[in-house]
């Protein structure tokens, strides 16, 4: 069972740009080399993911002097499991596929945990579709009061 870092910068990614227009001037645009140097992320990395971000409808870019991205949602109706559609990554504790509609051995035979592994499979997905960026925003906000979080 692995998340790629894909998901994870994705994430990472939306995360950053939420608290600075949480922070700074609303609407204003973030540029992704700004995210980048904060986040510690590929600039080249972040771009491939913004295209797929902005076909989702999860950001907007923004041209010109002044030009980034913004959100092109609100941070309380993202969640992590919209972003992580969005840059193509799944959460995968089976061999079968979704579409598959024989189990994930030999002869179309389910192996003897599948039930166990669907199960958790279901609990990520269920859990990532219950977290918004907002939440995140909120947790990082209540972590950073009780002196917990001390930096980016």
């Known amino acids: 069972m692995k998340l790629s870092t894909k998901g994870r910068y994705a994430v990472m ?14 609407n204003k645009a973030v540029s992704l080399q700004d995210i980048a140097l904060r986040q510690n992320l590929s600039l080249s990395y972040l771009e491939q993911l913004f295209a797929r971000m902005r076909r989702a409808g999860l950001v907007e870019s923004l041209r010109g002097a002044q030009g980034g ?3 092109g ?17 799944s959460f995968k504790s089976t061999r079968c596929s979704s579409t598959a509609q024989s189990g994930c051995m030999n002869k179309g ?5 599948h039930h166990l592994w669907a199960g958790l499979e279901q609990t990520v997905d269920s859990y990532l579709n219950s977290v918004t960026l907002a939440d995140l925003l909120q947790k990082d906000t209540v972590l950073r009061a009780c002196g917990v979080v001390h930096g980016h």
Request: charged letters at 20%; hydrophobic letters at 40%; aromatic letters at 6%.
């Open 69 to 71: 991205y913004v959100l």
């Open 13 to 26: 990614a939306l995360y950053d740009l939420a608290r600075e227009a949480q922070t700074c001037q609303e």
């Open 109 to 113: 035979a389910t192996c003897a945990t």
């Open 73 to 89: 949602q609100d941070p309380k109706s993202i969640t992590v499991s919209m972003i992580m559609r969005a840059a193509n990554e």
